[in-house]
């Protein structure tokens, strides 16, 4: 199945220009190849798109640490769910505080933009001990 992406970047940018698409090779955002959370040790916002295309995951390394000398500018984005997977199940548990700062060094320290995932519960809410991770997280990153 083949998608006609500049048509569909195109129809975005129309009806909400501020909006940022995230894809392996941007426009705007680009996978950091992983869902872990980490970038490389060295992470450039810069890459060339012309090696890359969407949806070919083949690249992951290029993905992961940008190129210094690339001519485009698209930020990586590291995703990653605060939880084992990307849905909530009642009988998991948020990843503990050292886990979630680890990756915030992994990822925001590494020059990432950090899109952690916080699943909702059979009820539709963010569960209490969610909040109460993200809470504590908050203050740490306050603190740094």
Partial sequence: MSYDFTDWFAMVKELQSSANIFSN?????RWVGNENGFAGTT???????????IGNGSNLDYLNTGD???TDWVPAECDVSIRTGW????????KNLTQL?????????RNCVLLLNVPPNTTGLISDS???RLREFRTAIDTI
């Fill in 43 to 53: 992470c450039w916002s810069t890459i060339n798109r012309t090696a890359l295309s």
């Fill in 68 to 70: 210094p000398a690339g």
């Fill in 130 to 132: 969610d909040v109460e």
């Fill in 101 to 109: 700062l680890e990756i915030y060094y992994n990822s925001v320290g």
């Fill in 25 to 29: 090779i941007g426009p705007d955002v």
């Fill in 87 to 94: 849905f909530w199940h009642k009988s998991q548990s948020p």
